[in-house]
């Protein structure tokens, strides 16, 4: 009797937490739009703004959940910008500058290369990506 009292006070409060846990996402996300709504989120920028509107999207994702067409155009349309004004950048020099992680951008980066809005040089990690 006693284990089955302690299983269902641990499913209670892993309840809880996951509870508390989704209305503070939900409270930094309404911020964030809130924010970028106004123009005055941390960044202060409008660029800070959709990258903000880009990782907050990602941070609400489910593991192995799909991004919706409008987060990846963000993101194509993001990261198109980011490698015009930085050319010759690497997979992984984008990530970091960009503050997502690399496997978020192999499918952006493929769309635009299937759309031949990108060129590369180099070859497996040491390939570079540069604006058409």
Not at 100 to 109: D, Q, Y
Request: aromatic share 2%.
């Amino acid at each position: 009797m006693a284990n089955t009292d302690v299983n269902q006070e641990i499913r209670v409060r892993i309840q809880s937490f996951v509870d508390e846990l989704s209305e503070l996402v939900k409270q930094a996300t309404l911020e964030s739009v809130q924010a970028a709504l106004q123009g005055t989120n941390g960044a202060s920028t409008r660029k800070g703004g959709r990258r903000a509107a880009v990782l907050a999207s990602a941070a609400r994702r489910a593991k192995g959940s799909k991004r919706t067409a409008e987060e990846l155009d963000a993101l194509v349309a993001m990261l198109l910008r980011h490698i015009q004004s930085n050319p010759g950048q690497r997979m992984e020099q984008l990530a970091a500058s960009l503050d997502i992680a690399s496997k978020e951008l192999t499918l952006p980066i493929k769309k635009l290369l299937q759309e031949n809005r990108l060129r590369t040089k180099g070859q497996k990690r040491a390939t570079a990506y540069f604006a058409r």
